[in-house]
């Protein structure tokens, strides 16, 4: 078993995906960043915790502990483009999303390291994806597969203005059953939280790769702002103020939202398999 991939195995037809939550990486790694602050800048900052309520509905639970700056398991192995002309970041990093290098100068990893950090975290992470995902489907006619994520609420580099509270990708409704959108987009809307469907963020190759409904297999990626949950610095960015702590009276109606979006993942699920019977 790899140490650093956390598997919490439950019975419903839910996987919840925790790929960005982590902050470990080499200390040969971490020695060639500009600074190892730099290198965990852009984890999305305290999301397992968000979620610690998704053992209460027996969801079952992959979290990777590796940073994202080592290898980012939610983009195409390929190394191409989810998203054809935006700014985005690679397989493995070169830059902050704020376009900042990672690395000091000669310091980037090369075609082979890339490849063996692969081989080492992105392969093991989605053969357990995958594991889980045949358990589950064995036993249910269904599941959702649910990736969470989230991100400051202000990039320009990456998107205009301020972010919505809640950005739901299910790249144009191809990784799921629309009625699983529309579930989900019931739930936001009847919260004080701002949200938008397929918006700056449409879905990964998480969801891009597994979602198969026809098979299933519904996948759906949830991007959450920052502000949700913490406070994010008006001041620039710097290691005396990010990242900010988490706070649980902030984070308690968004957690009460969250809730809801993964209890109607299952009641979609039971809705269907009632139909289908």
Same mark, same amino acid.
């Given at each position: 078993?790899?140490?650093?991939?956390?598997?919490?195995?439950?019975?419903?037809?839910?996987?919840?995906?925790?790929?960005?939550?982590?902050?470990?990486?080499?200390?040969?790694?971490?020695?060639?960043?500009?600074?190892?602050?730099?290198?965990?800048?852009? !984890?999305?900052?305290?999301?397992?915790? %968000? *979620?610690?309520? &998704?053992?209460?509905?027996? #969801?079952?639970? $992959?979290?990777? @502990?590796?940073?994202?700056?080592?290898?980012?398991?939610?983009?195409?192995?390929?190394?191409?483009?989810?998203?054809?002309?935006?700014?985005?970041?690679?397989?493995?990093?070169? !830059?902050?999303?704020?376009?900042?290098? %990672? *690395?000091?100068? &000669?310091?980037?990893?090369? #075609?082979?390291? $890339?490849?063996? @950090?692969?081989?080492?975290?992105?392969?093991?992470?989605?053969?357990?994806?995958?594991?889980?995902?045949?358990?589950?489907?064995?036993?249910?006619?269904?599941?959702?597969?649910?990736?969470?994520?989230?991100?400051?609420?202000?990039?320009?580099?990456?998107?205009?203005?301020?972010?919505?509270?809640?950005?739901?990708?299910?790249?144009?409704?191809?990784?799921?059953?629309?009625?699983?959108?529309?579930?989900?987009?019931?739930?936001?809307?009847?919260?004080?939280?701002?949200?938008?469907?397929?918006?700056?963020?449409?879905?990964?190759?998480?969801?891009?790769?597994?979602?198969?409904?026809?098979?299933?297999?519904?996948?759906?990626?949830?991007?959450?702002?920052?502000?949700?949950?913490?406070?994010?610095?008006?001041?620039?960015?710097?290691?005396?103020?990010?990242?900010?702590?988490?706070?649980?009276?902030?984070?308690?109606?968004?957690?009460?939202?969250?809730?809801?979006?993964?209890?109607?993942?299952?009641?979609?699920?039971?809705?269907?398999?009632?139909?289908?019977?």
């Amino acid at each position: 078993m790899n140490e650093w991939l956390e598997i919490r195995r439950g019975g419903a037809p839910l996987i919840v995906s925790l790929p960005h939550s982590g902050t470990d990486m080499s200390a040969d790694i971490e020695a060639r960043l500009i600074t190892p602050w730099h290198g965990r800048k852009d !984890t999305d900052w305290w999301v397992h915790r %968000l *979620y610690d309520m &998704a053992a209460l509905s027996e #969801a079952t639970t $992959i979290r990777t @502990r590796i940073s994202r700056t080592v290898i980012d398991v939610n983009r195409d192995p390929s190394g191409a483009s989810l998203y054809p002309g935006q700014n985005t970041t690679a397989l493995c990093p070169l !830059t902050t999303f704020d376009g900042e290098p %990672l *690395y000091r100068a &000669a310091c980037e990893p090369d #075609a082979g390291e $890339i490849a063996s @950090r692969r081989e080492r975290f992105f392969d093991p992470y989605h053969a357990a994806l995958a594991v889980e995902i045949e358990r589950l489907r064995s036993q249910h006619r269904a599941l959702v597969l649910y990736d969470a994520h989230s991100i400051r609420s202000r990039i320009p580099r990456l998107f205009d203005g301020v972010l919505p509270n809640l950005n739901i990708g299910t790249n144009q409704d191809t990784s799921c059953d629309p009625a699983l959108t529309r579930r989900i987009e019931a739930v936001c809307a009847a919260s004080r939280f701002s949200w938008i469907t397929n918006g700056r963020f449409r879905g990964g190759w998480t969801i891009r790769h597994y979602g198969q409904a026809a098979r299933g297999v519904h996948a759906v990626q949830m991007e959450l702002a920052c502000r949700g949950y913490l406070v994010e610095p008006d001041e620039p960015l710097a290691p005396q103020n990010w990242p900010a702590a988490y706070e649980s009276a902030r984070a308690r109606d968004l957690r009460r939202v969250l809730a809801q979006v993964l209890a109607g993942c299952i009641e979609f699920l039971d809705l269907s398999q009632r139909r289908a019977s």
